[in-house]
């Protein structure tokens, strides 16, 4: 099973950068072959070029806008919008740039090449200040780094010992 883990989130930007920061974290623990970790900062179009390579699983790693409090992680199974069945304007509006895209665009887009996998799980943090600039993590999103790995190691073992049912 190839499964990849992909950091997402802007370093500058405080909270923002969770992603980055579990991607960086889990660097250090060993997958089994098949598990690739990367960070793809705010250019959502490195996702979409990594899984031409071909997966079986992805899980993105990101701040996520909820009605939570700071530090709350969560666990989204994301529905993915099939582009082919929007007009050609909404297409254009949603598509447009590719450089400063969010991970949903992102995954519009694999999902229109074919290349998005047959599962996907977001790991989202809540931030503290989604306006936030400077280089560190809120006190909360910080704590939640490791909730967050252990969730992303939990959900990788899984998939790789088959408790994860097919989609």
Same mark, same amino acid.
């Given at each position: 099973? !190839?499964?990849?883990?992909? @950091?997402?989130?802007?370093?500058? !930007?405080?909270?923002?950068?969770?992603? #980055?920061?579990?991607?960086? !974290? +889990?660097?250090?623990?060993?997958?089994?072959?098949?598990?690739? #970790?990367?960070?793809?900062?705010?250019?959502?179009?490195?996702?979409?070029?990594?899984?031409?390579?071909?997966? *079986?699983?992805?899980? #993105?790693?990101?701040?996520?806008?909820?009605?939570?409090?700071?530090?709350?992680? %969560?666990?989204?199974?994301? &529905?993915?919008? &099939? %582009?082919?069945?929007?007009?050609?304007?909404? !297409?254009?509006? =949603? =598509?447009?740039?590719?450089?400063?895209?969010?991970?949903?665009?992102?995954?519009?887009?694999?999902?229109?090449?074919?290349?998005?996998?047959?599962?996907?799980?977001?790991? @989202?943090?809540?931030?503290? &200040?989604?306006?936030? %600039? @400077?280089?560190?993590?809120?006190?909360?999103? +910080?704590?939640?780094?490791?909730?967050?790995?252990?969730?992303?190691?939990?959900?990788? *073992?899984?998939?790789?010992?088959?408790?994860?049912?097919?989609?």
């Amino acid at each position: 099973m !190839r499964i990849l883990v992909a @950091g997402v989130g802007n370093v500058l !930007r405080a909270d923002d950068g969770f992603g #980055v920061q579990v991607a960086r !974290r +889990l660097e250090d623990h060993v997958f089994p072959e098949g598990v690739r #970790v990367i960070e793809t900062g705010i250019g959502g179009i490195a996702l979409v070029q990594e899984l031409q390579e071909g997966w *079986d699983a992805l899980v #993105v790693v990101d701040t996520v806008d909820l009605d939570r409090p700071p530090g709350h992680v %969560v666990l989204i199974d994301p &529905d993915v919008v &099939d %582009v082919h069945t929007l007009s050609w304007a909404d !297409r254009h509006d =949603l =598509l447009a740039d590719m450089h400063l895209t969010t991970p949903d665009r992102a995954l519009m887009l694999a999902k229109a090449l074919g290349v998005l996998p047959p599962r996907v799980l977001e790991v @989202g943090c809540i931030p503290e &200040d989604p306006h936030a %600039v @400077g280089e560190t993590l809120s006190g909360p999103v +910080l704590a939640a780094v490791d909730v967050a790995v252990a969730e992303i190691i939990r959900h990788v *073992d899984e998939l790789i010992s088959g408790e994860v049912p097919a989609a």
